[in-house]
């Protein structure tokens, strides 16, 4: 992928569609379905409806800072549809990667467990649910991230290394697979990607965190792109010792760009799935589609939303 930057704006529409063979008496769900307002992008518009209507709505915002919505239906029905539409004006700057060589692996994570708030620290560095730092993790983040190389240098080579060491393959891994089983498989989805970046740059001390979102893709040439065909993405963000946080997509072997759209972040991709909840039926099967657009807009175009 060929690094875009410069200003942007997106609509992006996230349809989840529940299906089942018998009644749904009662649902109850979370979402993080609404982007965040970051440096890099700010929010003009979201709205999420639930069909059939929820019963109740409610939002606030998690520990991490996340959006989150509560949606409760108790109406009888098959079919639980949830439509999250935004509208996101996007413009990431470039990496200063040479500005980051300023330090080394090992200084640049002194330099931060000296400045960074500790609690941040803590929760960014320490394993996690999904980010388990065994000895494999150890030595393949110690091949790339050596105590005295260059920290954007480093960065940089471990987003190169994860990409080339691995295939991308849907199916290949589920979300109990652990770090060190990817290791062996050598293959994976963009959520495995993450969390091993993830769990490299903890395992030498710097902090780092998932990030949930949505990437804008272009269909093959001479065709037309599909609605509902794009996908939730992930990558990770390590902290730097200038205070700021820095994006690497080691699915795409890119750093975050204005293609880029973050919904939300936590220390694994248990912080942040778009929709968790529990249903009360007697169904003996069900079926989930989700659907997601990222449509690129016009600078100027007005808003359809309201916030």
């Known amino acids: 992928m060929v690094a875009q930057y410069g200003p942007r704006r997106y609509r992006v529409s996230h349809v989840t569609r529940y299906s089942y063979d018998d009644v749904l008496e009662a649902c109850y769900n979370r979402g993080l379905l609404r982007p965040r307002d970051t440096p890099h992008q700010q929010v003009q518009s979201s709205d999420v409806v639930a069909t059939p209507s929820s019963d109740e ?13 509560y949606l409760e239906s108790r109406a009888p029905a098959t079919e639980l549809t949830i439509s999250a539409t935004s509208v996101v004006a996007v413009d990431w700057a470039p990496p200063d990667l040479a500005g980051l060589d300023a330090w080394t692996v090992s200084g640049a994570a002194e330099a931060i467990a000296g400045s960074a708030d500790p609690v941040e620290l803590a929760e960014f560095t320490l394993p996690s649910p999904l980010v388990a730092i065994g000895p494999m993790i150890r030595d393949y983040a110690a091949e790339v991230l050596v105590a005295d190389r260059r920290f954007g240098e480093a960065v940089a080579a471990l987003l190169h290394r994860i990409h080339a060491d691995f295939s991308y393959r849907q199916g290949a891994t589920s979300v109990k697979t ?59 963000a390590v902290l730097t010792p200038t205070g700021e946080w820095l994006d690497l997509d080691p699915t795409n072997d890119n750093f975050a760009d204005s293609r880029y759209i973050v919904t939300a972040w936590g220390r694994d991709f248990s912080d942040v799935s778009p929709l968790r909840g ?8 069900s079926d989930l589609v989700v659907e997601v657009d990222v449509e690129p807009l016009p600078a100027h175009e007005p808003d359809p939303l309201a916030i």
């Open 278 to 285: 529990v249903v009360f039926t007697e169904a003996g099967s």
């Open 57 to 69: 709505m409610t939002t606030h915002t998690d520990y991490f800072g996340n959006h989150s919505v």
């Open 178 to 236: 652990t770090l060190a089983e990817l290791l062996e498989l050598r293959q994976g989805v963009c959520q495995d990607f993450a969390h091993l970046a993830v769990g490299c740059l903890r395992a030498v001390g710097l902090p780092a965190r998932y990030v949930s979102g949505y990437l804008e893709t272009a269909p093959p040439p001479g065709k037309e792109k599909l609605r509902g065909a794009d996908a939730t993405h992930a990558w990770a």
